[in-house]
């Protein structure tokens, strides 16, 4: 079975400073894994993936992440916050094969001004 | 180029009632996956559907079925409600490829009184 574990439920953050949104996963296989955003009253939006290849992973809005083997991580991180980045974000790992996307609970990033 | 489509977009049901949701994927998909999303949670997957069958199908009770039509759109049913079915749900598009990452609508967001 695989899961997945994102370690904080809430990060508050002042305007223009780095994030960090943390990312664990448990699987025994190889995994592909993403970042979904989920703003208010809307549904998901792909943030970045990494299926293969280079281990850091360049996304939409400036968010990059990093595919980490060795600590089954794949953090979230993006330099300057700015206030339109307050959202949900949704940590989600696929095995492949016959299973499905399995997400985290999610992390709510609220940006301070 | 139409993203995904659900619809409606809010429904109020009493309990023991049954429920239609509908779902158009993006253009040039042909899978559809079901989402329920509790309120602070992340999504929980319920079934996908590939060439007009169930293709996978998460831990829900048989009161949850679906159909996806020759034109891919697809709809979830839920018979019998419970106070506890009420949530977002969320329905996404892909191509037919595992790894394809998943496009999403808006959600339905159905309450149960």
């Known amino acids: 079975a695989q899961s997945v574990t994102q370690l904080d439920s809430q990060v508050p953050v002042f305007e223009e400073a780095p994030v960090e949104l943390r990312c664990n996963y448990s699987?025994?296989?190889?995994?592909?894994l993403f970042w979904y955003v989920q703003y208010p009253n809307q549904g998901l939006q792909l943030l970045l993936k990494y299926l293969s290849g280079s281990t850091l992973v360049k996304g939409i809005n400036g968010f990059e992440a990093e595919f980490n083997k060795s600590q089954t991580s794949f953090h979230l991180r993006k330099p300057s916050v700015h206030i339109s980045d307050t959202a949900e974000y949704f940590c989600a790992v696929l095995r492949g094969g016959n299973t499905p996307l399995v997400f985290g609970k999610g992390t709510r990033l609220s940006v301070i001004a | 180029d139409a993203g995904v489509t659900q619809s409606p977009t809010h429904l109020i049901k009493t309990r023991g009632q049954q429920v239609t949701l509908r779902c158009s994927p993006k253009?040039?998909?042909?899978?559809v996956s079901w989402y329920q999303q509790a309120l602070g949670q992340g999504p929980q997957f319920i079934f996908q559907?590939?060439?007009?069958?169930?293709?996978q199908r998460g831990n829900f009770p048989d009161r949850f079925s679906g159909h996806q039509f020759p034109n891919y759109s697809s709809e979830l049913n839920v018979n019998a409600l419970l106070l506890g079915d009420s949530a977002l749900y969320l329905c996404a598009s892909s191509e037919s490829s595992y790894n394809s990452p998943l496009h999403f609508g808006n959600g339905t967001r159905l309450t149960v009184t």
């Open positions: 559907y590939y060439e007009e069958e169930e293709r």
């Open positions: 699987s025994s296989v190889s995994v592909y």
């Open positions: 253009s040039g998909h042909d899978t």
